[in-house]
């Protein structure tokens, strides 16, 4: 009877480690999707981005042969423009497309005082791209933002927090925000 309550006992710790094991892997893995998610999701994020940069150039051209004297706000939309493509990371990109925005309304409310560009076909045809393309950083910005607050919650959430920082997903997620010049996409429609 002794040796019948000592494999009893073996074999419930046995059950007990196999779930504590089996619960361990399980929730590593959805750790491991939640991290994939966010990166999959500013991914998404920067091809729309890289969309938009590849459109103001031509945008800028075409306003160039218009407005001839309006250098100054030009160059400003370019330089936002470069600073927006190098800039890295959630917090640093979030402000440089604030100001890229904020150029990009300068800019088309320059084009606002001149109405042969308003009519040029090609430039109605670049705003209403550029327009498209607002819409679907929104939506990418937001998509990203979900998924960084699923991830945040899931590695905060007992008992996931202890499997997080053991294998080293401690560190927090940051939000794509939109500032106020982003509030609203630039005005492209005349």
């Not at 710790?13 to 929730?27: N, Q, T, W, Y």
């Not at 075409?62 to 250098?71: C, D, F, L, P, T």
Request: net charge neutral; glycine share 6%.
């Amino acid at each position: 009877m002794a040796t019948s309550s000592v494999l009893f006992i073996c074999l419930g710790l046995g059950i007990v480690v196999a779930v504590l094991v089996l619960g361990f892997v399980a929730l590593y893995n959805r750790l491991v999707q939640l991290r994939n998610r966010v990166e999959n999701a500013w991914a998404q994020i920067d091809v729309q981005l890289k969309r938009r940069y590849d459109l103001i150039p031509n945008i800028v051209e075409i306003v160039k042969g218009y407005a001839a004297h309006e250098k100054e706000t030009l160059e400003k939309v370019v330089q936002a423009r470069n600073m927006a493509m190098a800039a890295t990371g959630a917090g640093d990109q979030g402000q440089a497309e604030n100001a890229l925005t904020g150029a990009l309304k300068t800019l088309f409310a320059v084009a606002e005082a001149y109405p042969e560009l308003k009519a040029n076909q090609n430039f109605m045809q670049l705003q209403e791209e550029l327009s498209n393309t607002e819409s679907k950083i929104a939506y990418a910005r937001q998509f990203y933002n979900d998924t960084v607050m699923t991830y945040n919650t899931g590695i905060q959430l007992f008992p996931a927090v202890i499997v997080a920082r053991l294998l080293g997903f401690t560190q927090k997620k940051k939000h794509f925000e939109a500032g106020q010049e982003a509030a609203e996409a630039p005005k492209v429609s005349f």
